[in-house]
């Protein structure tokens, strides 16, 4: 079964987001990486890029696929995970911890607060699977 | 829902990722398809490929037919049960698909891709009016192909030790397998058992009656042999250098245009398309890319030699062995210079001949520009 931490907000096309402060963390849910298979090749934006919420912004890449990430906030990239260069695994082995993508400063530090929650996060995987 | 192969229960059971594969519910990966590949590589893993087709030609114009309806030269194969790879091609020299037959006389027997079914069993009918040839489907057979540099002991000692009656039917089939050279199979108790595969490694197809399938899967497992879905599959063929049906050729481009030359024998032949391959003096070839820097190589990504489109990738994967990306492309030139496009940016990469690896080693060579 997949996990879907409920401190974390999401997007419908599958990205989670975590705020501290005006600094939101982004990778993909374990419900992504699952049904990506194995990941094999991450390519990161660069530190400084300015993005607007929706912008293709990274791209994941499995055995099977290609996948664009979208930003989910307006912001500026602050900070990329560097260790995705060498371990592209550790987006299946660890979604939501050493498996992160980048990091934003938000223009807007309430424009989390319009994602999904958990649970509608939740909803949405379980429909599709169905 | 999709046909279920008698295993279907058994990939539930082990968790594997299921998915449709040319209407039938195969598994993908059983947890992680690097996994599987890499035991394949470096140990012995068993595939359930009983969603291929399986077919028989019965009848004295067996020979004749085969000469008429393959590429390849069926009157060049002299051991018995030796395997020969072919094309098939339509009147205008176009793949209808590939496929192997097995030289054992009257029955030959064939094995065709399972999404080509219905397409090839009317052809293959079509073609054999005016010989005495009856194509006999045979869907009650299951299939699995075990590969690996230590597939074939861990199979003999599983056959050897299957002491039904007296016994004597595992000795033979441990006798048939020691028997057998590379790209041979025979007979034995209802199974046929060959050493090929779709791999690049060492191992053995079998296939045998379906209700025979899942007490020998289980034996298979128990003697650690790891399941490995269609995902491994796939780039285990990649890397060998080996074509996939509908992704590397189909019926818009002759063998010729698809790195098959070596399995076209034109000479004093007359086979469905062999007039159009001889006036074919000038075709885009099928050739393999590696690509040093990070990035996936992908089906259909633009191909440039000297900055100049020149085709498109046919298959492209991750390539677990090589820890870089491969491809096959189709292309009309090639260079030194060679790029690939990826998401609008070029990306250089080098024109090689296929295979990438064999038995488990980096093989490729630069291609010489033309």
Same mark, same amino acid.
Request: negative net charge.
């Given at each position: 079964? *997949? ?24 990778? $993909? ?5 699952? *049904?990506?298979? !194995? ?6 934006? =660069? ?9 293709? $912004?990274?791209?994941? =890449? ?6 664009? $990430? ?15 260069? !060498? ?10 911890? !050493? ?23 939740? *909803? ?7 | ?26 598994? +993908? ?15 012995? &893993? ?13 009848? %004295?114009? #067996? ?8 590429? @390849?030269? +069926? &009157? ?34 064939? /094995?065709? @891709? ?15 009016? &005016?010989?005495?040839?009856?194509? /006999?489907?045979?869907?009650?057979? %299951? +299939? ?15 056959? &050897? ?31 046929? +058992?060959?050493?090929? #595969? ?32 269609? #995902? ?57 890319? /590696? ?15 000297? #900055? ?18 491969? %491809? ?8 030194? @210079? ?14 090689? @001949? ?17």
């Amino acid at each position: 079964m *997949a996990e879907f931490p409920t401190e974390l907000r999401y997007l419908k096309s599958h990205e989670w987001v975590k705020q501290d402060g005006d600094v939101v963390v982004v990778g $993909i849910s374990d419900h992504a990486q699952d *049904a990506l298979g !194995d990941v094999v090749y991450v390519e990161l934006p =660069e530190v400084g890029a300015e993005c607007q919420a929706g912008d293709e $912004i990274a791209v994941v =890449e499995s055995v099977k696929a290609a996948s664009d $990430i979208y930003a989910p906030v307006a912001g500026t990239v602050v900070e990329v995970n560097a260790k995705l260069e !060498d371990s592209p695994e550790l987006v299946n082995e660890s979604p939501y911890a !050493d498996g992160w993508f980048f990091k934003v400063k938000v223009s807007d530090s309430t424009a989390v607060e319009s994602l999904l929650t958990a649970m509608q996060y939740q *909803a949405l995987c379980e429909a599709e699977e169905h | 829902m999709g046909k279920k192969t008698p295993l279907f229960e058994k990939h539930e059971s082990l968790g594997a990722k299921m998915a449709d594969f040319g209407g039938w519910d195969m598994p +993908i990966h059983y947890g992680s398809q690097i996994e599987e590949h890499h035991a394949v590589r470096q140990d012995a &893993g068993v595939f359930d490929v009983s969603h291929m087709t399986v077919v028989e030609l019965h009848g %004295a114009d #067996g020979l004749a037919y085969l000469d008429r309806l393959l590429a @390849n030269d +069926i &009157g060049r194969v002299k051991s018995p049960g030796q395997a020969m790879y072919s094309a098939m091609l339509s009147e205008t020299g176009g793949v209808l698909d590939d496929l192997i037959v097995y030289a054992t006389g009257d029955p030959y027997l064939v /094995v065709v @891709n399972c999404a080509t079914r219905g397409k090839d069993l009317a052809w293959m009918r079509r073609v054999a009016e &005016g010989y005495e040839c009856e194509v /006999v489907e045979r869907p009650e057979f %299951a +299939i699995l192909a075990i590969q690996g540099p230590r597939a074939i002991e861990k199979v003999k000692s599983i056959v &050897g030790e299957d002491l039904v009656g007296d016994g004597k039917v595992g000795e033979q089939k441990v006798a048939l397998i020691e028997g057998l050279k590379v790209f041979q199979g025979g007979w034995c108790d209802g199974w046929f +058992i060959a050493r090929t #595969g779709y791999t690049g490694e060492k191992g053995v197809e079998i296939i045998l009656p379906e209700d025979q399938a899942v007490p020998f899967w289980d034996s298979l497992l128990e003697a650690g042999i790891r399941p490995i879905g269609l #995902g491994a599959r796939d780039t285990l063929r990649l890397e060998a250098g080996m074509n996939l049906y509908g992704n590397d050729m189909d019926e818009s481009v002759t063998p010729l245009e698809s790195n098959m030359a070596n399995t076209v024998f034109l000479e004093g032949r007359d086979f469905l398309g062999a007039d159009v391959l001889r006036k074919q003096t000038e075709h885009d070839e099928l050739v393999g890319l /590696v690509m040093a820097g990070k990035g996936i190589l992908r089906a259909h990504y633009p191909v440039f030699s000297d #900055g100049a489109p020149v085709g498109e990738i046919t298959s492209g994967a991750f390539s677990p062995t090589l820890g870089k990306s491969i %491809a096959l492309a189709r292309v009309s030139a090639t260079s030194s @210079n060679m790029t690939v496009g990826i998401r609008g940016k070029m990306q250089a990469v080098e024109c090689v @001949n296929p295979p990438f690896v064999r038995n488990g080693k980096q093989v490729y060579k630069p291609k010489k520009p033309r």
